[in-house]
């Protein structure tokens, strides 16, 4: 699988942006999807995971009902649903893949090139 991330941009404090994630291949259908983020100077960190089937998602605390993470997988698409963004959160996000699941960043195999988000107040 592999994994080309788009739909970031500079948006105003409050707004919202949809972030995709296209995957390549036949077996996406196999694969737990995530998002990440790396500010700055710092470590990238977890977001928001979604199982194979889409019945199970995860997201950080600093992100949980502001965010939602979606997949359609007839499309091999997952996608970040981001409202009410905060200058905190400005990043390049990163769509990540595996057949395992966890909020660890080195537990993932497969990343996409990352998207930037900026979010100015």
């Known amino acids: 699988v592999q994994l080309q991330a788009s739909g970031g941009g500079l948006v105003q404090a409050g707004d919202s942006l949809r972030l995709s994630c296209a995957a390549s291949?036949?077996?996406?259908?196999?694969?737990?999807m995530g998002w990440f983020r790396q500010a700055p100077g710092k470590e990238r960190t977890f977001v928001a995971f979604?199982?194979?089937?889409?019945?199970?998602?995860s997201y950080a605390e600093s992100v949980e009902g502001r965010f939602t993470i979606s997949r359609d997988n007839a499309k091999n698409t997952v996608h970040l649903q981001m409202n009410s963004l905060k200058p905190e959160d400005t990043a390049v996000y990163y769509c990540?893949?595996?057949?395992?699941?966890?909020?660890?960043?080195?537990?993932?195999?497969?990343w996409g090139q990352g998207t930037q988000v900026t979010v100015s107040s």
């Open positions: 990540a893949a595996d057949q395992r699941v966890g909020t660890t960043p080195s537990l993932w195999d497969l």
């Open positions: 291949g036949r077996t996406f259908i196999e694969y737990n």
């Open positions: 979604i199982t194979s089937s889409g019945l199970s998602t």
